[in-house]
Nanobody, 124 residues
């Protein structure tokens, strides 16, 4: 089992930046893809980006120019650097873990463990 704890959310003005963190613990985190998803009120949860311990990455194309995922394997932590934030980026952001036997997992049903989420609100 993998435990995931997100942090770094908050209130930011349009055009601002935030960096989210997700600390993984428990079963060997290096055996898992670690990804970010987000969900806005009234909308389905969507994948943002995912990364494995070797640095393989899959991004949502519409976000990749503003959002960057990275991973520190020694710290068992992933990050999501979000720049040029827009009102529509307001959402609960979740960290999730999927077993490495999967390749570039991007559906939420491919993920086995989830964090509690961190709220990002973009507002002036």
């Amino acid at each position: 089992e993998v435990q995931l704890v997100e942090s770094g959310g908050g209130l930011v003005q349009p055009g601002g930046s935030l960096r989210l963190s997700c600390a993984a613990s428990g079963s060997t985190p290096s055996d898992y893809w670690l990804g970010w998803f987000r969900q806005s009120p009234g909308k389905e949860r969507e994948a943002v980006a995912t990364i494995d311990s070797r640095g393989n990455i899959r991004n949502t194309p519409s976000l990749k120019d503003r959002f960057t995922i990275s991973r520190d394997n020694r710290a068992n932590t992933i990050y999501l650097q979000m720049n040029s934030l827009k009102y529509e980026d307001t959402a609960m952001y979740y960290c999730a873990a999927a077993r490495r036997s999967k390749w570039l997992p991007f559906r939420d049903d491919e993920y086995d463990y989830w964090g509690q989420g961190t709220q990002v609100t973009v507002s002036s």
